[in-house]
């Protein structure tokens, strides 16, 4: 590729990027709707689906452009190839965080059983596994994700304890019912988010090594 | 494009076609381990995963390779940019398969709650949604897929009523909990199966006409 092409490639990057910021951002804002039980900033994120939609169809587009374009090698080659991928990752997390927010106003009337169980803390890790997602593909350098495969295992494990205690909470008394299926059903969606960035883990890698991985 | 890299496209197309009946097959199998309470057949679904995974992978390689080889124009290069972003979605979907059959063995020890809540029913409904979409992308026709949100919308009440259901079940009994909370879960991947079958259905029809269109 020539010079024009690698600034067009840096372009790239920054737009998936800031895709990538702003999928952690719906993430982080419905996690904060729901702690806060803020009906109106959950409203806020549905607005952001479109965005979403619109970056992910239009980085597809400019990747397709590039290809045929310049008719790129190696690692730039793989650097479009990932972007393209990646970006479906980065939509479906911002997805998660339209799912979540879309259950908040059902829970905003009474305070939340048992300290929201665990899930700020989930949603903490796994925001920072997207964020070192993101940093490892700014980077091209895979420092930030090399422990993500443990991180990825102590979501699962939470999750699991999540739903182990909303179960007890659920049998304990029959109002807390819906409420919870919902609290299970958003650490199901978290470790999702937690998966879709390490599905993104594996694109970095494979983009600055060449080498396919799978860690999960 | 010359006629060699129409030979390719084509067999780019059976590539996705198979991906797809696979990816069908995984979903329905998870199913039908479940209905029945088959822990054998739903384990000959994790054997699946590797493999889905290396189709999603060759067939992103094979679409990469087109592009730059032959630097196609107009509906053959929307036809392989369809291809990328349709075997991602066939991918979750086998994951989805995946995901139903790990609950299998949890759910296999007693029968199930009242007749299984309206899921096979559901399941039959999201099936025929990714065949059609498989269907409409072979033929690049959208007849098969015309009324694909009218079945979304079906899909979504349905996971809603499974959703109440299964409520009244866990309210009556708190043995039932445990079990009708995977049920929900289950609703909800079916629900997300039939999202990703509209995923296509928009790939189909921006192949197809040129024109994007959001269905959801």
Do not use: W
Not at 8 to 24: H, I, N, P, Q, W
Not at 39 to 58: F, N, P, T, Y
């Amino acid at each position: 590729m020539v010079d024009k092409s690698h600034t067009e490639l840096a372009s790239l990057k920054t737009d998936v990027l800031e895709m990538g910021y702003l999928a952690r951002d719906m993430l982080d804002r419905s996690l904060e709707a729901l702690e806060s039980r803020d009906v109106a900033l959950a409203g806020s994120i549905e607005e952001d689906k479109k965005r979403i939609s619109d970056q992910d169809h239009e980085i597809e587009q400019k990747c397709l452009r590039l290809i045929a374009l310049y008719q790129p090698m190696a690692k730039d080659l793989r650097t479009i190839a990932a972007s393209m991928k990646v970006i479906t990752n980065l939509y479906r997390i911002g997805r998660y965080g339209k799912d979540i927010a879309i259950v908040v106003p059902d829970l905003a009337d009474a305070p939340h059983v048992g300290n929201l169980v665990s899930i700020p803390h989930m949603g903490d890790l796994v925001g920072g596994m997207v964020t070192d997602a993101l940093v490892a593909f700014e980077r091209e350098d895979l420092a930030a994700i090399h422990d993500i495969v443990e991180r990825e295992e102590a979501v699962d494990a939470l999750r699991y304890s999540i739903f182990r205690e909303c179960l007890t909470y659920m049998m304990e008394d029959p109002k807390n019912i819906t409420r919870c299926t919902n609290y299970v059903m958003i650490a199901r969606y978290l470790e999702r988010c937690g998966d879709h960035a390490c599905k993104i883990a594996e694109k970095v890698h494979y983009m600055v090594t060449g080498e396919r991985i799978e860690i999960r």
